[in-house]
């Protein structure tokens, strides 16, 4: 992307996210379907990337280790995809990229992991790593309220997603 446009790395134009494979509704509706996957691999900026990719390493290498690399992939692209979906429903308009609702779905699934030892866990920590995880929810989704550029469908599609 940087090579085809070296300024998408600070603003990249809803044009240029498209033609690199962001989602869109028309062209979703109109066949293109793999968009609801390779939107998860176009990010808008240096800085969506950069946060993406810290939130990928800081849940993705415990879920990793817990289910395995199959079950860690299939979370992740049901993720990506539910996000994908309820993201083209609820604005079918609206330039869709970035990674977020597959991290979303991971961070689902680990309240689910957390949620399912808790006979194993001391009371403390249960509380700690469960308060951990939905203040985080909190805070992105948050975030994404405050800053409508933000596709808070796709993070709420992801974490469904990560909870099936």
């Known amino acids: 992307m940087y090579k085809q446009d070296p300024t998408c790395l600070w603003k990249p134009t809803g044009d240029f996210l498209i033609s690199a494979g962001a989602d869109y509704g028309p062209l979703f509706a109109g066949g293109q379907w793999w968009r609801i ?12 990337l950069l946060l993406n990719m810290c939130a990928l390493y800081n849940i993705g290498g415990s879920i990793e280790r817990r289910v395995g690399v199959v079950k860690y992939l299939i979370i992740y692209f049901c993720s ?11 604005h079918p308009y609206v330039v869709s990229a970035g990674a977020s609702g597959a991290i979303f779905g991971l961070l689902g699934c680990q309240l689910l992991i957390i949620w399912s030892s808790r006979h194993n866990l001391p009371r403390s ?24 550029h933000i596709d808070i469908f796709a993070h709420i599609g992801g974490l469904l997603g990560g909870l099936r």
């Open 80 to 90: 990506l995809i539910t996000g994908s979906f309820l993201s083209l429903y609820m």
């Open 125 to 148: 920590v249960l509380i700690n790593l469960l308060l951990s995880d939905i203040m985080t929810l909190a805070v992105y989704l948050g975030i994404g309220y405050f800053f409508p």
């Open 37 to 48: 996957l390779t939107c998860g691999f176009v990010h808008c900026g240096a800085w969506h």
